[in-house]
Structures are given as structure tokens and as C-alpha cells.
């Protein structure tokens, strides 16, 4: 507390060979949050909440320069000074007064600094939602994963083809995204870490300039008015690269939860599913849980797949089989004008742009302000 001649507001920390036994940790006084470190002989204060999204800095970790990285995002700040990282040294934290007395270590909650924001270019993707003008938009997402350099054919890939080919005819514009040609990493769990450390755009796409899940995220959230995933049935499940994909698209959803943020307006979804083994309504189901929870909605019949079931074992049977299989193909076909049609009707409503949560995923949440 402030003393009422305004002097410093001096509050015990604890024992200082206590103290020295953790070289970083996070202090809670009232509403002041502290990372206190101790190296090389000294302690240090600073703010504990960073100030890329308020992360606890004294959860974090030193480096052997002295800066405490953040458990969150990775931004750096002096342990001592709480300064950014050398180029970013005015992007700083409120760093506190310390002092040692008859074996106890106090801090003055009166800080010696300010916090201080450099301004930082605000990443492509957080723009607003905006539909430019033009024909209706379908992105095809392949998720079969293969070596590139070896490629061989591939049933859902094949029906995919066919599906964007008709698209093309009915007066559409058409992408195709094939997942395993892009370089990006796993999901690493920052909504596990706290609801606010899962961002948008994704965490790992505003740290990594390398990432190409960007590519996914520009398709999805602004370019497609409809979308058509393919995926192999692997195992009972869709593939590797079908759940890589939508635990990084996972952050289009949390931003429903964390901000009220609906990214998915007016958008229609669809899917094609085939494999040797059986379970397509499992893995339809599955898919359609995730991307109506993304806001998509969905044609009538909202998928095609096929599979040559539990009993039989001759894939080389199976792949000839969807090779020469006419009426897939017109199933495909048929699957295009149901999307396209279906996004038509779309394009120009009213967005869903708010939702009511409760009983859905979560009640509103208290978003973290930094002070």
C-alpha cells in the first residue's frame, strides 16, 4: 500500500535465502503482479505481465543474457531493467525497487519506470473481414499426405480434382491447397498454456514468418466463400495432416470464446472422405463438428465418400475401382453444385457476427487488461 505521505510503499517479500532458491517466480501483491529473479549474486523486479498479451513473465525462464523469456509468446525483457531485448529496448516493463533488511527482501510497489509499448505493424491476417466483390469463391484443401518427390495417386485427391473442375464451369473462381505441400509446425498447445495466449492470428504464425499456415488461414478467414476438404481415411480417422491442419485452425474458433470474434460469416463447407477401411461416419461427423463450430454451414448432404469396407484387403482394388467409378465422379460433381449453390445463397446476408455461448462452448470471459 501507499503510505499517506506518499512515500514509498515498501511490502515484505519473504526471506531472502528463501528467495535466492528459485531463479525466477511470479509475486502477486494485491493487483500487482511481480517476476522476481535472482542471479549472479543480485535480484531483480520487474512487471510480471508482458506486454505482447499480458503473459506472467515470472512463469517464464531466464536466458544466460539475463532476460526472462515469456512462458507465453517468447518476448524478452531484462530481469533487472525491464527493458526489451537489444533492438526493442524501449519496449519495456515497470521494473521495482528492492531492498534487503534483517534478512527479509522488500519491494516498493511504487515502480520505478513505466511500462512503454513500441508500436509494432499489426500482422496481414488481423485485418478486418472484408468480401471483395466478384464470383463466388471455392477453396479445395487436400489433407493427403504423401512424399512429393515420389507422388502417387490418390482417391480423394482425384474426387477433389473433379469437384474444382465442375466449380470452375459454374461460373466460380477455384483454389486448391494440397496441406503436405506446405511448410508449418504443430500446433504446441498455447490454449493450454491460458485461453488468452491462443491468438489470432495464430500464435506460431506471428512468431515464425517461415510458417506457411498463413496460406490456410488467408484462404479460409478472407479469400473462399466455400470450402471442400478431402481427406483419406487412415486408421479409422482422417489423416495426419487433416488434424495438424485443424489443431492450428483451432485459434478461429478460440477467438469465438476469448473475443466474441466470429471469423467465419456467411461460409459453406463440405467434404469429400474415402480410404480402404470403413468409419466414414465417424470421420464425417467429426469434420462436421469442427467446421460448423468454425461458423460454416453445410449444403444438404454435405459430403461423398467411399470405402471398400472391412472385409477386403485388395487396395490396389480400391484404387482402381474409384479410377473407373463414373458415378463418384458425378457424385463429386453433384457435391461442387451443392456447395457453390449453397454459398450463393449466402454471400450478402447478414453475418452472424455475435453468439450467445452459454451451454455452446463457454460463458464470456474476463479479458486480461495490462496495466
Not at 516498493?108 to 511500462?115: H, K
Request: glycine content about 8%.
Amino acid at each position: 500500500m501507499t503510505p499517506p505521505d506518499g512515500g514509498p510503499a515498501w511490502h515484505e517479500l519473504g526471506d531472502v535465502e528463501s528467495l535466492k532458491s528459485k531463479p525466477l517466480r511470479q509475486i502477486v501483491v494485491g493487483k500487482t503482479k511481480i517476476a522476481l529473479s535472482y542471479s549472479g549474486g543480485t535480484f531483480g523486479a520487474v512487471s510480471g505481465v508482458c506486454n505482447h498479451v499480458g503473459g506472467p513473465l515470472g512463469e517464464g525462464r531466464c536466458d544466460e543474457a539475463g532476460y526472462i523469456i515469456c512462458p507465453w509468446h517468447n518476448w524478452k525483457y531484462h530481469r533487472v531493467t525491464g527493458e526489451g531485448e537489444p533492438g526493442f529496448e524501449a519496449d519495456r516493463v515497470p521494473r521495482y525497487e528492492l531492498k534487503e533488511e534483517r534478512g527479509s527482501l522488500f519491494v516498493n510497489l511504487s515502480a520505478v519506470t513505466t511500462r512503454n509499448k513500441l508500436p509494432h505493424d499489426p500482422h496481414p491476417l488481423s485485418r478486418s473481414l472484408e468480401r471483395k466483390p466478384g464470383r463466388v469463391r471455392l477453396l479445395g484443401i487436400s489433407t493427403t499426405a504423401m512424399d512429393v518427390a515420389n507422388p502417387r495417386y490418390s482417391t480423394s485427391d482425384a474426387l477433389l480434382d473433379v469437384a474444382l473442375e465442375h466449380a470452375a464451369a459454374l461460373d466460380c473462381d477455384t483454389q486448391l491447397i494440397r496441406v503436405r505441400d506446405l511448410a508449418f509446425r504443430h500446433c504446441e498447445g498455447y490454449y493450454s498454456k491460458s485461453a488468452s495466449a491462443c491468438t489470432w492470428p495464430c500464435s506460431i504464425t506471428q512468431m515464425d514468418a517461415s510458417d506457411q499456415m498463413e496460406r490456410v488461414y488467408e484462404g479460409i478467414v478472407f479469400w473462399a466463400d466455400a470450402v471442400i476438404v478431402a481427406s483419406p481415411i487412415r486408421w479409422g480417422s482422417a489423416s495426419s495432416l487433416y488434424f495438424k491442419m485443424i489443431e492450428r485452425m483451432n485459434c478461429i474458433q478460440n477467438q469465438i470464446t476469448i473475443r466474441d470474434n466470429v471469423l467465419i460469416r456467411n461460409k459453406v463447407a463440405s467434404f469429400i472422405i474415402t480410404g480402404g477401411q470403413d468409419n466414414i461416419q465417424a470421420v464425417a461427423g467429426q469434420m462436421l463438428v469442427f467446421f460448423t463450430e468454425l461458423g460454416f454451414d453445410v449444403p444438404q448432404f454435405p459430403f461423398i465418400a467411399h470405402s471398400r469396407g472391412w472385409s477386403s484387403e485388395d487396395m490396389e482394388r480400391n484404387v482402381a475401382y474409384v479410377q473407373r467409378n463414373t458415378a463418384l465422379r458425378d457424385g463429386a460433381r453433384a457435391l461442387a453444385e451443392r456447395t457453390v449453390s449453397c454459398a450463393r445463397e449466402a454471400v450478402g446476408h447478414a453475418p452472424v457476427a455475435k453468439t450467445e455461448r452459454a451451454g455452446r462452448k463457454a460463458h464470456k470471459m474476463e479479458i486480461l487488461e495490462i496495466d
